[in-house]
Structure formats: C-alpha cells, structure tokens
C-alpha cells in the first residue's frame, strides 16, 4: 500500500533530506514547535535527561528479554515478530515497531508497549504512533491492519484493543503533511495548546525567545 501523501518521500530543492519516524511524529503530536527546534534548528534535545524518556527505554529492553516465543492466544495470534525495523514510502517513513501480531484471520496489528497508567482512555499521540506502524505494517507484508494494541506497564500490564479505520490513515496523512511544512518549508508552528507540557519540554527555556 502506497503513502498517500507523497511531497513527503520526496527532497525538496535546497532542503535536505527527511526521513518522518514514529518518534518525530510523537514529538509533533507534544508540540509543533519542539519539531521546528530539533529538526529545523538543530537544537539537541538531550532526551537522555527525561525522566520517563529512559524509563520507557528500560521497559523496551526488558520486554526483549522476555519469553521472545510467547503467542497472544487470546488475540488469535498465529505469530509474531518482536522489535522490527521498516520503512515505506520510498525510506520517507521510519520506525521500530515492538511487536507484529499476525492473527488468524490473515490481518496483522502492531503492538506497542508504553510506559504509562492506563486512565480510561488512550492518548492521542498513542493511538497515531499505532496508525503510523500500521500503515508501513500494509505497505511491508501487504496484508490488512484493522486494529492494533497498547500495553500500558504502568497499569499492570494492561492490554488495550485500538480499532483503526480510513479516516484515521487520512488524519495521520494531515498530521504527516503538517511535520513536512514545519521540516521542509522551515513553517514556525504554533505551540500545543496544553500548557502543562511545557513544565516537561526541554525547550521551555527558549520557546518564543529564538523568533
């Protein structure tokens, strides 16, 4: 399956190349503007320094460790495969996805694992990293991607179903469309509306000072 958007697979003159991870588009969906000052302006972010950052970096690597063979039979699965790289798009799309669950229906559903409290609902930027998986998922192993899963480690370890339909590729193409404006054409975004972010935001400092 295709990217639909595709000024995004594609280097602009005097621009230099990008290729969107799923990191990125997390970043974007925390702000636009932490996008314009990593990817535009070349400030480091020293992510080292968060706190939850590397908290969900130990419990990636402890998930690798963990029985690699074991199924979801519950979920149907068939197979799997844990902590794959792809790409799509012509390399325009990135990503490492946790896990692939082929069920046996003969669709696929990326699994992700978060460290985070499950709190009735799933994250915006948490249901879009899904969809972002899905669609390199399709392009990858040409099978369907209706649904996918979060495991929240903070809340036991609980397992959430995501359903994924049209309309949400469609909105993850805008959100796409608007990274590449802010990477691509050096568009100076407007901030998240939520400010509480701001208190975690390694950028804090600088924001509305750089412009």
Known sequence: MEFEFEEAAVQNEGSPEF??????LLEYLFCPRFTYFEKVLCIPEHQEKRFKVQQGRDVHEKVRKM??????????????????????????????????LFLDDGSAAPLDYKYAEYKQRTFRNHRFQLFFYARLIQENFDVPVNRGF?????????????PIREKDFQELDKIIGEVVMVVQKCRYPDPT???????????????????
């Open 193 to 211: 509306p939520y400010k509480q972010r701001c208190a975690d935001c390694c950028y804090a400092n600088i924001c509305e000072k750089v412009i």
């Open 67 to 100: 029985n690699p063979g074991y199924l979801r039979k519950k979920l149907n699965v068939v197979d799997k495969k844990s902590d794959v790289y792809l790409s799509g798009g012509s390399g325009a799309f990135r990503g490492i996805v946790d896990e692939i």
């Open 19 to 24: 290729s969107l991870t799923a990191s990125y």
């Open 150 to 162: 979060v495991i929240y480690t903070r809340s036991k370890n609980r397992l959430v179903e995501i």
